[in-house]
T-cell receptor, first 111, second 110 residues
Framework: LAKTTQPISMDSYEGQEVNITCSHN???????ITWYQQFPSQGPRFIIQ???TKVTNEVASLFIPADRKSGTLSLPRVSLSDTAVYYC????????????FGQGTELSVKP | NAGVTQTPKFQVLKTGQSMTLQCAQD?????MYWYRQDPGMGLRLIYY???????DKGEVPNGYNVSRLNKREFSLRLESAAPSQTSVYFC?????????FGDGTRLSIL
């Protein structure tokens, strides 16, 4: 199972765009890059998943370069409520659904 | 819809006591998972059940047992609680991806 590396913490201000990049030591052909968000006292919540190039939904965008060795989560115009821990995971069809969580990135959004 | 429901939300145990954490999902998912999360760390997989009637070990299974009672319910049992098992326990369910998580059980063992 591929492990990921991402910054431990980031600070931002309301209204800014935040980009969190994670890198992978070993991503397989059938693996996807997935991001989860976790608020205090809650379980993680799925944000976005992608295989290559760019994926966008109502919450975020995910940019994956051609070599797929990294993935950048982009949060447009963050608000205080985006303060949370963000986890990048590499998920594959042959993992039996198992997820390997790293430490995540603790994002703090200030007014 | 409730999604994934965990009970209890909080529990304090003494060392050596036994305890079963309950998890139920109403999304008709085949797979269910138990994780633990220690302060400042990501979640670690304890056990999972790919389908009703099957269970497998995850990263940190020692000291725990599980039961997939039916498609909806997946319980985690601590037979003899130890202080090292003080943690927040999360249950999740899915059909492939993504996983849907409950809000956790905070367990303290004195």
């Amino acid at each position: 199972l591929a492990k990921t590396t991402q910054p431990i913490s980031m600070d931002s201000y309301e209204g800014q765009e935040v980009n969190i990049t994670c890198s992978h030591n070993n991503i397989a052909t059938n693996d996807y890059i997935t991001w989860y968000q976790q608020f205090p006292s809650q379980g993680p919540r799925f944000i976005i998943q992608g295989y290559k190039t760019k994926v966008t939904n109502e919450v975020a965008s995910l940019f994956i370069p051609a070599d797929r060795k990294s993935g950048t989560l982009s949060l447009p115009r963050v608000s205080l409520s985006d303060t949370a821990v963000y986890y990048c995971l590499v998920v594959g069809d042959n993992q039996g659904g198992k997820l390997i969580f790293g430490q995540g990135t603790e994002l703090s959004v200030k007014p | 819809n409730a999604g994934v429901t965990q009970t209890p939300k909080f529990q304090v145990l003494k060392t050596g006591q036994s305890m079963t954490l309950q998890c139920a999902q109403d999304m008709n998912h085949n797979s269910m998972y138990w994780y633990r999360q220690d302060p400042g760390m990501g979640l670690r997989l304890i056990y999972y059940s790919a389908s009703e009637g099957t269970t497998d070990k995850g990263e940190v299974p020692n000291g725990y047992n599980v039961s997939r009672l039916n498609k909806r319910e997946f319980s985690l049992r601590l037979e003899s609680a130890a202080p090292s098992q003080t943690s927040v326990y999360f249950c999740a369910s899915s059909d492939n991806q993504p996983q849907h998580f409950g809000d956790g059980t905070r367990l303290s063992i004195l």
